[in-house]
Nanobody, 122 residues
Framework: QVQLVESGGGLVQAGGSLRLSCAVS????????MGWFRQAPGKEREFVST????????RYADPVKGRFTISRDNAKSTVYLQMNNLKPDDTAVYYC???????????????WGQGTQVTVSS
């Protein structure tokens, strides 16, 4: 069984930064593509970013391009999401996910963390 645990969320002012981490255990981390998704109150879960198994390919949703950076450390079985220039619209619960292929569809991911809250004040 694969387990994902997110950390690093919190309250930050607009323009600030946060770094989310997602530690993965239970299987070989490098065999999974990883993704970050978020869900704001009253809205559906949406894609944020994804990274391939070796880390050579990354993709971002348009609202976060140029502000967020996804990375992974296969030796530490951890994926990161560096979030800069945060905006109130970034407020959401952020989830990491592990799957067989990188991509923007949540159905491509088999395992999910429980989420970490990010709140950006104006």
């Amino acid at each position: 069984q694969v387990q994902l645990v997110e950390s690093g969320g919190g309250l930050v002012q607009a323009g600030g930064s946060l770094r989310l981490s997602c530690a993965v255990s239970g299987r070989t981390f490098s065999s999974y593509a990883m993704g970050w998704f978020r869900q704001a109150p009253g809205k559906e879960r949406e894609f944020v970013s994804t990274i391939s198994r070796a880390g050579g390919i990354t993709r971002y949703a348009d609202p976060v391009k140029g502000r967020f950076t996804i990375s992974r450390d296969n030796a530490k079985s951890t994926v990161y999401l560096q979030m800069n220039n945060l905006k109130p619209d970034d407020t959401a619960v952020y989830y990491c996910a592990a799957g067989r292929s990188y991509g923007y569809l949540s159905s491509w991911y088999d395992y999910w963390g429980q989420g970490t809250q990010v709140t950006v004040s104006s």
